[in-house]
């Protein structure tokens, strides 16, 4: 069993790498049908494709031959499929990060969906509905939307901003707004009650503006408005807000990359309730970890981001009605996404003693996954020319505990890898927010008595038992699940079925997600 084994753990990797390649050539697909839409090319080019048969059937291997054209014409006949689908998308100035497209194909796959990256002087082509149908849109072109359509919804219309435009078969440019939508779906799913409450909205852009229309349509008591340059300002705001009993963010501040940012000191707000904030990535703030680090109800912006997409979903595909007609109860095609989409986007990351396995169980979770693991102990390395060991002798345990923040704080905030975290990563509190800002935290626990001291230095000198005294407080607040492995003392009892139990622990998180 031992060769099949290694033969379809091959026969794995090799697939991966054909998905990865058939997602490319789609989306090249795709690229390819706007470019003829925008030159107005028919699409299905017969010269071509022939060139693609003759070409394949001399460069394809002896032993795929037989198959090869067989192959090459499915795959020929999805990307005139995939072609031919109307082009939507999200239109931005930068957008590096977003996971609009996923989010749209997981809704419908009628459509096709990508990034619209333009500046402000490429609007007016854009604008001509030439390529694409419609399109999201996103910072900074939310107010400039809104001015370019000829037909604007009730919420468009009193927020003077607009997140969904649609070309209609009439050639008027439709533009609706459908974030106000997605806020209110947020906050109502998190059990976040806005009636008679004051409510301080950070930010005064056109997202500002769809949560100021939600909030008034769920009758809330007060909204406070605060900018750099706003009456109310980030100077003054504990004094003219004081009473804020629910904060909401719709600034970029603490959006990843920059994700170690905050615009307030929430301990400031003695009547605080709660805080919602827009940005789902990462999926814990530095604003959401300081509300719940004061016990606040919390709500992050994956769901609102998800909601709105299912909403202009529904303006792409020409369902009016069905768009204007959805309920703010919780919806299973939202929900669903929702649940895949945090599980794509954080990362799995173990904490716990020096030598309990948590870097050999990150293995095997990334075999298993496909997802990429890092050591943090190797990232270290890489960096810093030196091994975590060789650190601490050399440098001393204050120096490798600085270094090793570094390389927390580039790494943890990323999304969908496995992550293994060195025993003494809950030593420095700084790293709390990193290690809980995108990732699912898994407390891996083991018997002392099974734990290795080999080649570690701070658990020579300390001991394993003082050592555990002094984190296990961390690690059980600091972790989401933990994972007791406690009938494996054996080494190779632990490779063996560690990972099985792990599996499990992963179908509880992605049935919680």
Known sequence: MGDLDKLRAEIDSIDRD???AFERRTAVSRRIGNVKRAGGM?????????????????????????????LYREIIRLSKIHQNKPAFGVLGRSLPHTYS???????????????????PDELDELFSGKVF???????????????????????????????????????????????????????????????GKNVLVLGTGGAAAAVRYALKTLKAGSVMSC????????????????????????????????????????????????CCDLIYNPSRTRFLQDAEDLGLKICGGLSMLVAQAYKASRFFTGDIEGAENIGFEKNETIEQVIRTMKLKMRNITFIGMPGCGKTTMAKRISAITGRKLVDLDYAYRDKFGMTSAEAISGLGEDAFRDNECEVAAE???????VISCG???????????????????????????????????VSIQHGVEKLFSQRKDKYETWCDYRLTLDTYPDKQSYIDNGPLEAMKLLEKIENDA
Not at 103 to 116: A, F
Not at 159 to 187: A, E, P, Q, W
Not at 248 to 267: A, C, Q
């Open 411 to 417: 790494v943890l905030p990323r999304s969908g890898l």
């Open 227 to 274: 900018g750099r340059s706003s009456e109310i300002n980030y100077e003054n705001v504990y004094d003219l807000a004081a009473n804020a009993q629910i904060i909401v963010n719709t600034t970029p501040v603490g959006m990843y990359p920059d994700v170690n940012k905050r615009l307030l000191d929430l301990s400031r707000f003695p009547m605080l309730e709660a």
């Open 101 to 119: 497209p996923e989010i749209h194909n997981l809704l419908d796959t009628s459509y096709t969906y990508s990034v619209i990256e333009r500046e």
């Open 18 to 20: 054909i998905l990865d």
């Open 423 to 457: 025993g003494g990563i809950v030593t420095r509190p700084e790293n709390k927010f990193y290690v809980r800002c995108n990732s699912y935290v898994i407390y891996l626990e083991r018997p002392l008595e099974t734990l290795s001291d080999h080649n570690r230095p």
């Open 42 to 70: 028919e699409t299905f080019d017969a010269s071509r494709e022939e060139a693609i048969f003759e070409k394949i059937r001399k460069i394809s291997g002896f032993e795929s031959r037989p198959y090869t054209e067989d």
């Open 133 to 195: 149908k419609g399109f999201n849109v996103t910072i900074p072109y939310k107010k400039e939307a809104a001015a370019r359509c000829d037909v604007l919804d009730e919420a468009a219309k009193e927020c003077g901003s607009v997140n969904t435009v649609v070309f209609g078969n009439d050639g008027k440019t439709y533009g609706y707004n459908t974030d106000y939508f997605g806020f209110i779906y947020m906050v109502r799913r998190k059990g976040i009650e806005v009636e």
